[in-house]
């Protein structure tokens, strides 16, 4: 895997949009923070449904969570 690839989805960054933290997040899905701060940092990604509800939970289309492909 390339480095460039390495960043899959845009949760960490929709979260500074809008001025959340990954701590609330994990409040809201009920998970373990460390979970959460995985997906932040793209260690782990979450499942779709995951992202769907993070989605939910940050009031933004789950398109806006995860990094655009390049087409030609």
Known sequence: ???KDKN??????VLA???KT????AGQ???????VSKWCTNTYQ???????????????DVRDLIVK???E
């Open 1 to 3: 895997m390339q480095e």
């Open 8 to 13: 899959i989805n845009r949760i960490k960054a």
């Open 17 to 19: 949009e809008k001025n």
């Open 22 to 25: 990954s701590k609330w997040l």
């Open 29 to 35: 899905l009920n998970k373990d923070q460390t979970t």
């Open 46 to 60: 979450p499942s779709l449904e995951t992202l769907v509800k993070i989605a939910k939970c940050l009031n933004v």
């Open 69 to 71: 492909t390049e087409t």
